[in-house]
């Protein structure tokens, strides 16, 4: 018997694995670059969130066009992949069809399958020409160009050719059946391939035995290839969908967080016993930097949501900053995000495993105060996000930055939280008039 | 006597050992902008027929920090949420009701952390609340049949989950609510959040409340509720800009109650 498929199998097996697994754990440092924040309470409301939003798609579905053709996509991809587990069981031990044993439950599998591969293909066909003949505002914004635009379209070619090579080798598959050929158990229900027979038509069975082992190679190191992509590709969502739903903000989306950094010098500040000129303690720990000018100073369910953004732009369409035409733009701030965070991963793999300064950051290099200062801080965004992505956060926590680092607010609001500082009012009205309203007519 | 607003504060209240079911959070805005303090009276005059007991806290009363925190600002953010809270827990307040809903989201959410923990409604539930309670009654009377659209403020609706209490109160005014096409979860922002409200905006090709108000026109209205003094402030402008003052008028829900129920 001859084993060098078996083999080559599995040293292509392991390699991408290997490489896959490389790079998930370069995701798990970068994301650990971020700060702490604690996330393990209500667990129960958590995996609830993951199974609704994630696993069962609610919020796509807003957008019902879109959402319907993700979910088969969704549901085609999750589920012809059950046939993956055959395939490498076959490619491994040189079987074939190794579950058509389980007879009619198998063919209705394969069939089922095959409809599903059809539903999908028509689905990204449908996808492709939203994006890139009826060219939909959200596909085309500014920051889509490029990388961004290639990566989109990569994602739909690369299901077209996995969908296609799997009918492809299911209809070889099944003239050789037909054919009687060696090998080729009877096996299998084939619902849509079927229609591919004519094109096969005439062909001899060692050219039928190619074209199914073409395909079905193609077919399996195709998957392997697209498992690798993944990390270099927003289609990073279809894993980081679901720790990211867990993950997500469960307070009420108006609530922001109090700095708890400045709590303890609030309390400081009104504490009449403290000594205001006491010396700070020789082993007092460097004072927390307030608000974030790079990725570092996120907390990691930030840089987790980063990774997770599938740059679909529902959360730019519909912010008002971005409709009326100002640089905000929420997808941005969350490409904006990953992009450096990956930079400055690179920069660590670089120089031996620690970070050396490169005179960037994320604040400035990639994100503007123009765009900062643009938020209405509405939430829309973060409504419009179908899987619990928290763009605001990352604005708000930048905002701290420019204003109690650098001091770099507008000047209006300067004015603005002088006036609440002196009088208690966003305007320069005297706090002892206040309740003056009441005798006014 | 209508003009005779009772408006009791928490010291005085206080002083006489008396302490009010309710504290009104008037809010910067409620007390200081003339657009606003209308809304403050209207609101003040429901109280008033009701024979609510509320009390304020009046030159005691300041900022909640909320355009300060969004600004960036928490430092001075918490400084007020913690001076504020002071004042309402030495006069042991339990519940608090604000036309505001910036101060409403604050003070409901961002308050307990510091040590600030309530009951906080806005007025439209409350005053929904009245309604159920038997505390009042409406009817329609002018508002029969009026074609009203209602705005969801973004620190009512989508921060805090809050779409019913105003809708309801306009379908009890008999009047006929028509949505715009972007409303509640999807409502857009009438561009004041964030601290916008007290800067220029950003370059772009339009303001957000001119967006806004062209949605709310849309609808043909003759009323845009709202229920925000920002918010009302932004849409008034808008609807001056497109010139629509004399067909539109821009209302908050309290002003339409205190309307129809002739105070
Ligand atoms: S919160 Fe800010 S970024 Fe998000 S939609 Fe509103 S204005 Fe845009
Ligand atoms: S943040 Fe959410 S809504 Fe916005 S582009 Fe990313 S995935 Fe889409």
């Known amino acids: 018997m001859n084993y060098i498929p078996n083999i080559l199998f599995l040293i292509i097996l392991v390699l991408s694995i290997g490489f896959f697994a490389a790079n998930v754990k370069k995701l798990f440092r970068n994301i650990n670059l971020g700060k702490d924040v604690d996330v393990s309470d209500n667990k129960s409301q958590r995996w609830k969130n993951m199974a609704k939003i994630a696993l069962g798609q609610t919020k796509m579905v807003v957008r019902p066009i879109a959402g319907f ?52 293909i028509i689905a990204i066909v449908i996808f492709w020409i939203r994006r890139n003949i009826v060219r939909i505002q959200r596909f085309i914004k500014s920051e889509m160009k490029g990388w961004p635009k290639t990566d989109a379209n990569l994602i739909l070619y690369f299901e077209v050719i996995l969908m296609t090579l799997f009918l492809v080798m299911n209809a070889a598959d099944n003239q050789l059946q037909q054919l009687g050929a060696d090998h080729y158990v009877k096996a299998g229900a084939f619902p849509v391939s079927s229609f591919l027979l004519p094109l096969l038509d005439g062909m001899s069975i060692s050219s039928l035995i190619i074209v199914e082992r073409v395909a079905w190679w193609l077919h399996i ?41 400045v709590t303890n010098e609030v309390k400081l500040m009104m504490d009449p016993d403290a000594d205001p000129y006491a010396a700070p303690a020789e082993d007092a720990p460097e004072p927390e930097k307030f608000g974030a000018s790079d990725v570092s100073d996120l907390n990691w369910v930030q840089l987790l949501n980063a990774y997770t953004c599938t740059e679909c732009g529902r959360c730019t369409s519909e912010c008002p900053a971005n409709q009326t035409g100002k640089k905000l733009s ?48 509405c939430n829309a965004c973060v409504e419009a996000c179908p899987i619990s992505i928290d763009p605001l956060s990352i604005i708000m926590d930048m905002r701290r930055y420019l204003v109690m680092e650098e001091s770099a607010a507008p000047s209006d609001l300067n004015n603005m939280m002088g006036n609440i500082e002196n009088n208690g009012a966003p305007w320069p009205f005297n706090q002892m008039d206040r309740l003056n309203w009441k005798n006014e007519s | 006597m209508s003009n005779e607003l009772k408006v009791p504060t928490m010291a005085e209240l206080f002083a006489a050992g008396k302490q009010p079911e309710v504290l009104f959070w008037v809010g910067c805005a409620g007390s200081f902008d003339d657009r606003a303090k209308k809304i403050t009276k ?14 304020v806290l009046g030159t005691e009363e300041s900022c909640t920090g909320d355009p300060a925190k969004r600004s960036g600002n928490e430092f001075l953010f918490q400084m007020q949420a913690v001076t504020n809270i ?75 989950n809050v ?18 096409k972007n409303c509640k979860k999807k409502g857009l922002c009438c561009g004041a959040g ?34 925000c003094p920002f918010c009302n402030t932004m849409m008034t402008d808008g609807v001056k800009n497109k010139e629509k003052e004399s067909d539109v008028a821009v209302m908050d829900i309290a002003e339409l109650i205190a309307n129809a129920q002739d105070l």
């Not at chain 1, 990953?338 to 991963?345: A, F, P, S």
């Not at chain 2, 989201?105 to 609340?129: A, C, D, R, S, W």
């Not at chain 2, 090709?205 to 043909?220: Q, S, Y």
Request: glycine share 8%.
């Open chain 1, 69 to 120: 053709l993700h979910i088969i996509v969704y549901v085609g991809f999750v589920i012809i992949n059950i046939e993956v587990v055959e395939i490498i069981i076959d490619g491994l031990f040189g079987t074939h069809r190794v579950f058509a044993p389980l007879g009619a439950a198998y063919n209705f599998l394969i069939g089922s399958f095959e409809i599903l591969a059809a539903l999908v």
């Open chain 1, 221 to 261: 190191i195709g998957i392997l290839c697209f498992l690798n992509y993944l990390y270099y590709s927003k289609h990073l969502h279809i894993l980081l969908a679901f720790p990211n739903t867990y993950y997500g903000k469960l307070k009420p989306k108006g609530e922001l967080d109090n700095l708890e950094a």
């Open chain 2, 86 to 160: 002071e004042v309402m827990n030495s006069y042991g307040v339990k519940k608090v009701v604000t036309a505001c809903p910036h101060c409403f989201n604050t003070i409901k959410n961002e308050y307990p952390g510091l040590g600030g923990t309530y009951e906080v409604v806005h007025h439209t539930q409350f005053l929904k609340q009245l309604l159920e309670d038997g505390k009042m009654s409406l009817e329609g009377g002018s508002y029969k049949g009026k074609r009203i659209t209602y705005h969801d403020p973004c620190y009512l609706g989508r921060a805090n």
């Open chain 2, 163 to 180: 779409y019913e209490a105003p809708r309801e109160l306009i379908r009890k005014l008999d009047a006929e609510l028509v949505e715009m």
């Open chain 1, 330 to 377: 929420p997808r941005k701030i969350m490409m904006d995000t990953r992009d450096r965070l990956e930079e400055v991963g690179k920069n660590i793999d670089a120089n031996k495993g620690s970070f050396v300064a490169d005179g960037k950051q994320l604040l400035g290099d990639y994100i503007t105060n123009e765009e900062l200062w643009a938020c209405t801080s």
């Open chain 2, 42 to 55: 209207a609101f003040v005059k429901i109280l008033n027929k009701a024979n609510v007991s509320f009390a």
């Open chain 2, 194 to 227: 964030g601290a916008q409200m007290f800067k220029e905006p950003e370059e772009g090709t339009m303001d957000v409340n001119i967006k806004r108000t062209e949605e709310a026109l849309d609808t043909k209205p003759e009323i845009i509720a709202a229920g």
